[in-house]
């Protein structure tokens, strides 16, 4: 658990996933592609026929407490579970006002008052999630989040996101691109 | 402030930063170099004459809450100082254990019961200091710590890096290389 994870999301035209639709919810948009494939390292930037790569590090949590680590834990899925033909990739990018913040003005934000652990729950396990830092990287974006679910909870991955959204916490998002994928066949 | 800084440092044979002593302290050794130069970038690896490079990011504080940050402001002083002649670059690895931790756990090891913040206020002008964040970026070390001082504050200096090696906190390193520097002529 405490070993980090690097991944590349690598927007191209063929891939392991196949774009649903892809929709700028905040700030500057991505170039369109019609497949993403998660790869298991940092990737450079220039390869034949890859429009963008995002990178990412899964590290260790930033605002979890040993409590909701435990609530968590009892029913938080895998990664990679084979019935989940559904995923989506989440990049986001916080404002500067977001990391003048300190450390115990941000969790008060995060979780005291967006309820964003306690909320996610709800939709546990029928939605799995990966987090990866990027801010470090240098990246566009500061935060990856990778979901993947079964066809049959389409509908609360997007109860899921407009929960999210509605909270105080989004107030410091700037920057927000919503890719929904299926899995090649 | 919200914006992250990336720094390479070069050890090599020349350098703006001659090396006046190299120990590792605890774990894996780090060739041993003439000079150490910081770098306002990402660099690659292999370079002529080049025989390391550490990478790291300087962003938004992880423990620092409110009322320290304000108590560091006060008296924390910029890099850069024209009559620094002498600095460190001591880059840190902390154990499985510590990552494991979750946020509350590593906050209280770090500041309740080590006051890792509080001590270090006491050094504070003499001793300037940046912490790069490296983990992320998938480096052999966690942290890279830059420290700047004047010749006369040589023994202050001393006393601080043995006073945090004290710390419940450093139980949980488990790799620590000190190089001390003085500005090449």
Redesign the interface.
């Known amino acids: ?4 994870i ?1 991944v590349s999301f690598v927007g191209a035209e063929t891939g392991s996933y196949r774009v649903l639709r892809m929709n700028t919810v905040l700030g500057a948009p991505l170039a369109a592609v019609a497949a993403v494939t998660p790869h298991p390292s ?1 990737l450079p930037d220039s390869a034949p026929g890859v429009t963008w790569v995002l990178r990412g ?1 899964n ?8 409590a ?2 435990q609530a968590l834990a009892a029913v938080q899925p895998a990664i990679g579970r084979p019935n989940c033909s559904h995923a989506a990739l989440i990049p986001i990018r916080k ?6 913040l ?4 941000r ?1 008060a934000i995060f979780e005291a008052r967006s309820n964003h652990i306690a909320s996610c729950l709800k939709y546990l396990p029928a939605i799995a999630r990966r987090l990866h ?1 990027s ?4 990246e566009p974006f500061d935060f990856l989040t990778w979901f993947e679910y079964e066809a049959q909870h389409a509908q609360l991955f997007e109860e899921l996101v407009q929960m999210l959204r509605a909270t105080e916490e989004w107030n410091y998002v700037d920057g927000e691109i919503d890719i929904r994928l299926v899995k090649s066949v």
Chains 1, 2 share one sequence.
């Open positions: 658990m405490a070993a980090i690097p940092h590090t590290s260790a949590v930033r605002y979890v407490e040993r909701e680590a404002s500067d006002a977001w990391w003048n300190t450390q115990d003005e969790r830092h801010r470090e990287l240098g």
